[in-house]
């Protein structure tokens, strides 16, 4: 009995001594090991995804306190700024939160922020005291990238922006740039995009983005044209002066309009290519489909003509002048200038015309304008610029030619313009003038003066001094006349009163006795 309760103390001893063995104080390690490692799993599970963006410059980026930002909420933070591959740009390594995982595609965008004050708007003043930041321009995709190039300036176009981008192909770029703005009836309507220059060199293609409710006007009859700066053109239309608004005139614009002479358009779809016009003028032109060329030659000087310029009929454009030079005969030494014109039949309707002749020249009808004294003459535009225009008129009185063809093209006949001809006629008049023989009119103007002086005056002093004595004599006979016979109290005044006294009272007695008779006519044989 005492062996079995021997052995009992020694089991219940021993579990005893198992029992002390765990101890409290593995207790809080083992809790600490186990909210670490949940910890450490959190961590992990809500650690947002690594990214490298690579920059042509790390200027104001620091590593540790340069944040990324959407929306101007911290999204992220840059971890290391190091060079890439060589020394051309950096790698800036950014730790980015979760959710933003699935905006990590081939269409997002990350540019730096830095405080910029230009003429059209202020931008990023909030970075002089927070330093610059990165922001993010989260899109969806098809792929997932990690690596991404940052682009080198601020974008023009914002991802949550509605509007339509339309590509434009011009000669020149002018002072645009990107973010230039562009207009609608001087309301601003969007900003260039961005702009290259393509492959071959021809063009640069400028990528501009209209913002809604502007990009509904588009169509494809819709014109854009330049406004930057000021435009002053002197031509024979005179002198063109053009700007727009004061961004336009120090950072360049553009603007877009639907002019009606280009009609009514038709919806077009985004990236449409329009041409770029260099000025409001130049967009409104209408293009016609048929154009005639013809040459004409001028023997004086065309200073003042330029490409371009018009040609008009009866003071209306029918065309312009396409292009000239200057060609010189080696066997004659004579220099001729062919201008080539253009002439538009769509400007003007011919009457009895109903054949369509495409840009063939109707013969028939340029033969019977010929006949009719067509002509072509340079004239002035503007006397203050010298811009000369061609005109074509009609003058009947001038005989008719013959159609002529010079490599391809018809020849309209020329006459003088105006001032050559008053020129002409004026060296004509001084030609004239310098013939007359003035040395020998004078000579002989002088021998004349001589003898009137020396033989002629002489003979008339002579005679005046016979005609004074003349009227004298004359004078003393109507003197001595008046006295004698005109006076009232001479006497031969008086016995002519008495004589025709005696007269009347005869030629009463006559009458009287003219009356008897005829009252008694037997008078005469019987007597009183």
Known sequence: MQEMHKQEEIKEAVWQEKKRGISTVWIVPIVALVIGAWLMFQSFNEKGPTI?????????????????????????KVTDVTFADGL?????????????????????????????????????LDTLLSGVYIVMDPQKGEKVLKTFKGLDQIPVVNSGEKGHTYILKATSIGSLSVG????????????????????????????????????????????????????????????????????????????????????KGKPVPKGYTFNLYDS?????????????????????????????????????????????????????????????????????????????????????????????GFRAQLKSGNLITGELYIDLNLYPDLPPVSLKEEYGF?????????????????????????????????????????????????????????INSLMQDTDKMMRSLRSNYLDSNSEVNKKLIKLLDEMTRTSKSVKNLTDYLERHPESLIKGK
């Open 180 to 263: 230039s703005p562009i207009y609608y009836k001087k309301l601003k309507a969007g900003s260039v995009a961005s702009y290259h220059l393509d492959p071959n060199g021809e063009f640069i293609t400028i990528e501009v983005f209209i913002k809604s409710p502007f990009d509904k006007l588009i169509n494809d009859k819709t014109r854009f044209y330049n406004v930057s700066g000021i435009r002053m053109s002197m031509n024979a239309d005179g002198v063109d002066i053009q700007t727009d608004s004061l961004v336009s005139l120090m950072m360049g614009g553009l603007a877009f309009d639907n002019f009606r002479s280009q009609g």
């Open 280 to 372: 409001r003028k130049d967009a409104q032109k209408v293009h016609y489909q048929r154009e005639l060329f013809f040459w004409v030659y001028f023997d004086e000087s065309i200073r003042g003509l330029s490409e371009g310029a018009p040609v008009e009929f009866r003071g209306l454009k029918i065309g312009e002048v396409v292009n000239f030079s200057l060609v010189g005969n080696a066997n004659t030494a004579e220099f001729k200038i062919p201008i080539l014109i253009k002439i538009e039949p769509e400007r003007f309707t011919i009457i009895g015309d109903n054949k369509s002749n495409g840009n063939q020249v109707n013969v028939s009808v340029l033969k019977k304008l010929l006949n009719k």
């Open 88 to 124: 051309d740009t950096v790698r800036v390594t950014a730790e980015l939160k979760k959710n933003m995982k699935p905006y990590l595609s081939e269409n997002t965008r990350f540019w730096v922020v830095q405080a910029k004050l230009g003429v059209g708007e202020v931008q990023g």
């Open 410 to 466: 018809y020849v309209i006949p020329t006459i003088p313009a105006t001032m050559e001809s008053l020129k002409n006629n004026l060296q004509s008049v001084l030609q004239q003038i310098a013939s007359i023989p003035f040395k020998e009119i004078g000579e002989e103007t002088k021998e004349i003066l001589k003898d009137l002086r020396t033989k002629t005056l002489p003979h008339v002093n002579s005679s005046v001094e016979h």
């Open 52 to 76: 490298n963006i690579i920059f042509k410059s790390a200027a104001g980026i620091q590593a540790g306190k340069t944040v990324i930002k959407y929306k101007d909420i911290e999204i992220g």
